[in-house]
């Protein structure tokens, strides 16, 4: 009964949050035609107020871009794919989660491969995997630790692989926890309700993809994501 109720409550959350989204977008259009009307006229404007208001309108498309990905990311799930690159839904990621990361002053550190093929994956499920290993690992992480996080190519039995990995420097995964850890609604914090770990492997699954960690406690966890480059 408690796992339905909080189940419940999460999806409550969602519909909620797309309203709410929604309703920022309408005031926020507002303002974008003021910026606008004010560009047309700024060559007689002080040199001051161009400065301001060309750091508004980045601001005004940076809070459109997280708007359309916090809608995107609600919207119900499909079988259609999307050719994407793991770098590109990480950056997306990176700016949704930001502030949790500021919050703790934790630093995320990328260290990726140049060149890495793009999948042909579904991008929503995959945003989904990398959101949650990155809460993950932040709520994993002490006060001003840090994050790293690579992608890169690696042939395994033959097969041309793209491997996405996130480290972090936390707590750890203690030996007799590690056979549970990806299994539906089991964790180790006292807080949350335990399913983020569970849902990544049934999704990585639909993406044909594999997940699996190493993790030594008290050093921290490394959470790898395999996709066969078809």
Same mark, same amino acid.
């Given at each position: 009964?408690?796992?339905?109720?909080?189940?419940?409550?999460?999806?409550?959350?969602?519909?909620?949050?797309?309203?709410?989204?929604?309703?920022?977008?309408?005031?926020?259009?507002?303002?974008?035609?003021?910026?606008?009307?004010?560009?047309?006229?700024?060559?007689?404007?002080?040199?001051?107020?161009?400065?301001?208001?060309?750091?508004?309108?980045?601001?005004?498309?940076?809070?459109?871009?997280?708007?359309?990905?916090?809608?995107?990311?609600?919207?119900?799930?499909?079988?259609?794919?999307?050719?994407?690159?793991?770098?590109? $839904?990480? #950056?997306?990621?990176?700016?949704? /989660?930001? &502030?949790?990361?500021?919050? !703790?002053?934790?630093?995320? =550190?990328?260290?990726?491969?140049?060149?890495?093929?793009?999948?042909?994956?579904?991008?929503?499920?995959?945003?989904?995997?990398?959101?949650?290993?990155?809460?993950?690992?932040?709520?994993?992480?002490?006060?001003?630790?840090?994050?790293?996080?690579?992608?890169?190519?690696?042939?395994?039995?033959?097969?041309?692989?793209? $491997?996405? #990995?996130?480290?972090?420097?936390? /707590?750890? &995964?203690?030996?007799?926890? !590690?056979?549970?850890?990806? =299994?539906?609604?089991?964790?180790?914090?006292?807080?949350?309700?335990?399913?983020?770990?569970?849902?990544?492997?049934?999704?990585?699954?639909?993406?044909?993809?594999?997940?699996?960690?190493?993790?030594?406690?008290?050093?921290?966890?490394?959470?790898?994501?395999?996709?066969?480059?078809?």
């Amino acid at each position: 009964m408690e796992d339905s109720i909080q189940a419940n409550k999460l999806l409550l959350l969602g519909k909620l949050t797309a309203n709410l989204v929604h309703e920022i977008r309408n005031p926020l259009s507002a303002l974008k035609l003021n910026l606008d009307y004010m560009k047309l006229a700024q060559d007689d404007l002080p040199s001051d107020i161009k400065e301001i208001l060309s750091e508004s309108l980045d601001a005004f498309e940076q809070i459109n871009f997280l708007i359309e990905d916090v809608l995107d990311f609600t919207r119900k799930p499909s079988a259609k794919t999307h050719q994407v690159g793991v770098e590109s $839904i990480t #950056e997306r990621c990176l700016k949704i /989660i930001s &502030i949790s990361a500021k919050n !703790k002053n934790i630093t995320i =550190e990328k260290d990726f491969e140049e060149n890495i093929p793009i999948l042909n994956v579904n991008k929503n499920k995959m945003m989904q995997i990398f959101l949650n290993l990155l809460n993950n690992a932040i709520d994993a992480s002490s006060e001003k630790s840090r994050i790293i996080i690579r992608a890169f190519r690696k042939m395994i039995e033959e097969k041309s692989c793209v $491997i996405w #990995e996130i480290q972090d420097f936390g /707590i750890g &995964i203690k030996p007799e926890d !590690k056979q549970k850890i990806l =299994e539906g609604y089991y964790t180790t914090k006292s807080s949350g309700n335990g399913i983020g770990l569970g849902v990544c492997r049934k999704l990585a699954g639909e993406l044909n993809a594999e997940i699996y960690f190493n993790s030594e406690y008290g050093i921290g966890t490394t959470f790898s994501l395999k996709f066969i480059i078809v």
